[in-house]
């Protein structure tokens, strides 16, 4: 079983940055999905970005593209989440997740990870 933690989350004013970590988040050799979702109180969980790894194919929400980049780094085992030019909007929890859905189903936005491949969170609050 993947076993994901994620690490970066913190307190920013606007316009500030943070890097997200999720240790953990190979799921098996050959290709898969991981990606970062958030959860503000009172919504539903959303998508924020997403990774295929066989072919390197990302998908960001419409909120966050330009400003933020989905990154992997193979021999940590480590998905990352660099954000940039951060916002009120995006305070949230963030989780990670990874599972091996089909790059086709991992890029649409509409992937929902698996259960029992998510990490436990890290809370982003950004302060206006």
């Known amino acids: 079983q993947v076993q994901l933690q994620e690490s970066g989350g913190g307190s920013v004013q606007a316009g500030g940055s943070l890097r997200l970590s999720c240790a953990g988040s190979r799921y098996a050799y050959g290709s898969y999905c991981m990606g970062w979702f958030r959860q503000a109180p009172g919504k539903e969980r959303e998508p924020v970005a997403t990774?295929?790894?066989?072919?390197?194919?990302?998908y960001y929400a419409d909120s966050v593209k330009g400003r933020f980049t989905i990154s992997q780094d193979n021999d940590k085992d480590t998905l990352y989440l660099q954000m940039n030019s951060l916002k009120s909007e995006d305070t949230a929890m963030y989780f990670c997740?990874?599972?091996?859905?089909?790059?086709?189903?991992?890029?649409?936005?509409?992937?929902?990870?698996?259960?029992?491949?998510w990490g436990q969170g890290t809370q982003v609050t950004v302060s206006s």
């Open positions: 997740a990874v599972d091996p859905a089909p790059s086709s189903l991992c890029t649409s936005g509409t992937w929902s990870p698996s259960r029992d491949y």
């Open positions: 990774l295929y790894t066989g072919s390197g194919s990302t």
